[in-house]
């Protein structure tokens, strides 16, 4: 998209999005939370061949970050829509404005080891049983990326690489269940099918499985995503002290799909 298509963008949504009136001023730096979110998602929806169309069809209130300044959604950086078929490093989700990044996630070249992921899982079973279907599966690689935002809250995204899409499913009947994850991850004890999470906030050609940690909490409350698409398989692991805010883990998803999606070609 070239530049003056964005800068378009930007002025449509900036009527659409903030309507300041006297009642109600809206400072410069909400103006600019919302124009970012909401162009992003501008981007890779609406010019993006219907990438995430249902997405664009939405009132601004029902999804993550469109509704107002003060939802709790991140301030992420400009995000750049992938080639098709590109490395998958470049379709891991940057971290948000001023979140500070977990160096243990870059790996070695940009690629995390496989025992490193597998880290994630509760118990040496399960670590050993996901580990298998990696291997069965063709595994190629993984790319990864961790943050912890101001106010505590934790995040990890992995991308895994397999050799085939065609076993993409396969894995994910392995990993998922429709009301629970198949493994335990830690700091979940059990974990749930996550119904606060908007279905309309779909991505095309993204598959979604989407869980919240039953209650009572432990020490933390963990959010987890599980999302394929093509020959990726990825995982989105977000908690955080106390109780981990609903908005900033569904904008995190979601953007995450469309980065997916664009990867694949979709």
């Known amino acids: 998209m070239s530049e003056q298509m964005q800068d378009e963008v930007v002025e449509a949504l900036a009527e659409e999005v903030v309507t300041p009136s006297p009642e109600a001023p809206r400072t410069r730096r909400a103006l600019r939370g919302v124009l970012r979110w909401t162009a992003a998602v501008a981007v890779f929806g609406v010019l ?36 098709a078929g590109s490395d998958l490093r470049a379709s891991v989700l940057p971290a948000p404005r001023g979140a500070v990044e977990d160096v243990a996630l870059q790996g070695d070249d940009g690629w995390l080891p496989v025992k490193d992921f597998l880290a994630v899982y509760e118990s040496t079973e399960d670590r050993t049983e996901v580990g298998d279907h990696l291997k069965d599966y063709g595994l190629r690689h993984i790319a990864a990326r961790g943050w912890t935002t101001g106010d505590g809250t934790r995040t990890s995204v992995y991308l895994l690489r397999l050799d085939d899409p065609a076993v993409t499913e396969l894995l994910r009947r392995d990993l998922t269940e429709y009301d629970a994850p198949v493994h335990t991850v830690r700091g979940a004890e059990e974990a749930e099918f996550d119904d606060g999470f908007p279905p309309e906030a779909d991505v095309r050609g993204v598959d979604r499985n989407v869980y919240d940690e039953k209650k009572p909490y432990g020490a933390e409350q963990l959010r987890q995503a599980y999302l394929f698409s093509g020959d990726v398989v990825a995982v989105v692991l977000q908690s955080r002290k106390g109780a981990a805010a609903s908005v900033p883990f569904q904008q995190t998803v979601v953007l995450q799909s469309q980065l997916l999606a664009s990867t694949q070609g979709r």
């Open 48 to 83: 993006g061949a219907g990438t995430a169309y249902g997405i664009t069809r939405m009132e601004r209130t029902d999804v993550p970050g469109l509704a107002t300044a003060s939802d709790g959604r991140w301030d992420y950086p400009g995000i750049q829509r992938p080639v």
